[in-house]
């Protein structure tokens, strides 16, 4: 890299009278895990208080080049509505398993909503990466059976 540095400022260095050469410095590009999630949000529209959503597949993605690993991912206790959602069966993701560069797997959420009005949460992931975890944004809103009246 340095001497990459070097031939560059002295192709730069021009006769006299030109301004003086400038080194050029190239940075190496990032290694290690990158997690990204897709979709980065989960809009599950309108849900009656009790019934549940179809459940919303959530893709993980390492697009680093080392291995990424994470020991939890779920609904975030800190979302405001948590129990309103939920991981359910039949995703690909395991915490024992590690996503080598380019490889992904999937989590299953789905929305049943416990309240009536706009409900919020997130689905997070706690990885190996500087940021330490990722999350997709849920919302969902809640249909109110009776609003056209009960019988």
Not at 90 to 100: D, E, F, P, Q, T
Not at 109 to 128: K, Q
């Amino acid at each position: 890299m340095a001497a990459l540095s070097a031939v560059a400022a002295l192709a730069c260095a021009g006769t006299a009278g030109a301004p003086a050469a400038q080194a050029l410095t190239f940075a190496a590009p990032p290694t290690g895990p990158i997690a990204s999630l897709s979709p980065v949000g989960v809009d599950f529209g309108a849900v009656q208080v009790g019934d549940a959503s179809d459940p919303v597949s959530v893709t993980l993605t390492n697009s680093g080049s080392g291995s990424l690993s994470f020991w939890r991912f779920g609904i975030a206790s800190s979302s405001v509505n948590a129990a309103d959602f939920a991981v359910v069966a039949g995703g690909s993701c395991v915490v024992s398993v590690a996503l080598g560069s380019g490889e992904s797997c999937t989590v299953l959420v789905r929305f049943r909503p416990t309240a009536t009005g706009d409900r919020s949460g997130l689905l997070s992931f706690w990885v190996n990466t500087l940021v330490g975890r990722v999350n997709v944004a849920l919302t969902g809103s809640v249909v109110d059976p009776c609003a056209e009246g009960c019988f």
